[in-house]
């Protein structure tokens, strides 16, 4: 699991023991709980947002047949995970599906999961226009999301060395801006119904049952009732009169596959992806209470073994062995071991396991970053061209990991390229927002690179780059 983006400003020129002890630390034990942050200068961006390969792939197949149903899988939005215990999940605009992981941890079932997705795809097929309502710290993370992400985009197109293309992230931060003016949102009625009938529709054409959507909407709607002001965002933005309950219980119960069961195999991705999330988050005393020794199922034994990796237990390595006994391919189960491994000191030794969920997903740019954090954190020069070829790679799949660009500029930094490492350092400033720094070490990065290279455009590119004005800062 990585936080989002880069955590701070990491210099590729300190190359030092101790950074990468630190980096390590910061990339692996905080991950998850750290909320995305990069500087006192720029607290109001503390982004919750998290990167998990795994649960980013449940998501997917979710989504997939939904979206397709929805007639909007030729530009399907990108579902991005919110680093957010209570249950809530938002559409900004018709490129992102933002899902916070309570949603996740809160449902029993793909369902509940899959009946969300639909009734979101509904407003978007819809194309309903969010209103404002009166969220203002909402408004306000929307804002910052919005920005941060179309920076993203600038920064890829910095990174893929065209002006052009970096003008397009500039203009999507600025769209992203007005996207949080908007964002406390709320639609019509008459919308919220709308996207229930053609949630309905779209779980009827992939022959899924309504249960978990319904089960959703009920949940809510008793929230309403009992404890407004405890109630969930999901349930504040989407009032749920009992007449719109009604309806919607009405026309679910005439669905062919109301009592079809769950997919088996989705429940038990489903079942790890939630324990994972719960064991993250949690104190690990609480894990154990959750998920205590007497219950064998895979997924209280994956909780646990995070849960032993986080109180940084001799016995993590073990359990996680364990575990890949039962499922020796899977490849979620090898990053945890590498992760154990990198954060118990040891990257060596994370290597192997890292290798082994790439060569099981070799397209998992995820996995491609933790190989080259590893292979950077082993300190030995002969890795250094794998590590700089495999978090390219990475970049070149993902261009909003922070952490790879670190690790870049560590690469680089170790085999003497200063430029290199100072244009690495600067693009993955520029993921996590903190532009003045960026530009710092992209006019020194420029000082030394060909004038008119590709290296030197890129590098240009960033310094030339103008930050969209934010509201309410
Ligand atoms: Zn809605």
């Known amino acids: 699991m990585h936080p989002f983006m880069s955590v701070s400003a990491m210099t590729g020129r300190k190359t030092g023991r101790r950074l990468i002890r630190k980096t390590v630390a910061m990339a692996c034990s905080a991950a998850i709980l750290l909320p995305f942050a990069v500087g006192p200068a720029n607290a109001q961006r503390s982004l919750p947002l998290i990167r998990d390969a795994e649960t980013e792939a449940l998501m997917k197949d979710y989504a997939k047949p939904i979206f397709k149903a929805a007639g909007i899988s030729n530009s399907a939005p990108e579902i991005i995970l919110v680093n957010d215990k209570s249950f809530n999940a938002f559409v900004p605009d018709s490129r992102r599906m933002f899902i916070n992981i309570g949603v996740i941890m809160e449902a029993e079932t793909p369902g509940e999961v899959i009946g969300v997705i639909a009734h979101e795809s509904g407003h978007i097929a819809g194309r309903h226009l969010v209103r404002l309502r009166s969220a203002v710290a909402n408004a306000q993370i929307m804002t910052v999301l919005g920005t941060l992400l179309g920076v993203g985009a600038a920064a890829a197109g910095a990174a893929a060395g065209s002006g052009q293309a970096a003008s397009g992230g500039a203009a999507a931060a600025m ?47 008793q929230q309403q009732m009992f404890a407004r002001q405890y109630a969930d965002p999901y349930a504040q933005s989407h009032p749920m009169a009992q007449d719109r309950y009604n309806s919607l219980l ?224």
């Open 175 to 221: 769209g992203a801006g007005s996207a949080g003016q908007r964002s406390l949102l709320a639609y019509q009625r008459g919308e919220e119904a709308a996207a229930d009938r053609a949630a309905l529709k779209y779980l009827e054409a992939t022959g899924q049952s309504p249960r978990g959507l319904l089960k959703t909407f009920e949940r809510m709607s």
């Open 250 to 473: 009405h026309d679910a119960e005439q669905s062919k596959y109301f009592d079809k069961p769950e997919d088996y195999v989705l429940q038990y991705r489903h079942d790890l992806v939630r324990a994972k999330l719960f064991a993250y988050t949690s104190h690990p005393s609480a894990t154990l209470r959750a998920y205590p020794r007497s219950d064998k199922s895979p997924a209280a034994q994956y909780a646990r073994a995070i849960a032993a990796m986080k109180s940084r237990g001799k016995g993590a390595v073990k359990e996680i062995d364990a575990l890949i006994r039962t499922q020796p391919n899977n490849p979620y189960y090898y990053e945890l071991k590498g992760q154990a491994l990198l954060e118990g000191g040891d990257p060596k030794a994370a290597i192997a396991p890292f290798r082994k969920a790439l060569s099981i997903k070799p397209q998992e740019p995820q996995f491609m970053v933790w190989l080259g954090y590893a292979l950077v954190g082993a300190n030995n020069p002969a890795h250094l061209p794998e590590a700089e070829r495999v978090l390219k790679q990475a970049i070149h799949r993902d261009e909003n990991s922070g952490v790879a660009y670190s690790q870049l500029a560590i690469a680089h930094g170790r085999q003497g390229e200063r430029a290199e490492a100072d244009l690495a350092t600067a693009k993955g400033l520029m993921v996590s927002g903190d532009f003045q720094a960026a530009k710092r070490y992209a006019a020194r990065a420029q000082q030394s690179l060909k004038h008119g290279s590709p290296a030197w455009l890129q590098a240009d590119d960033i310094v030339a780059y103008k930050p969209p004005n934010l509201p309410n800062r």
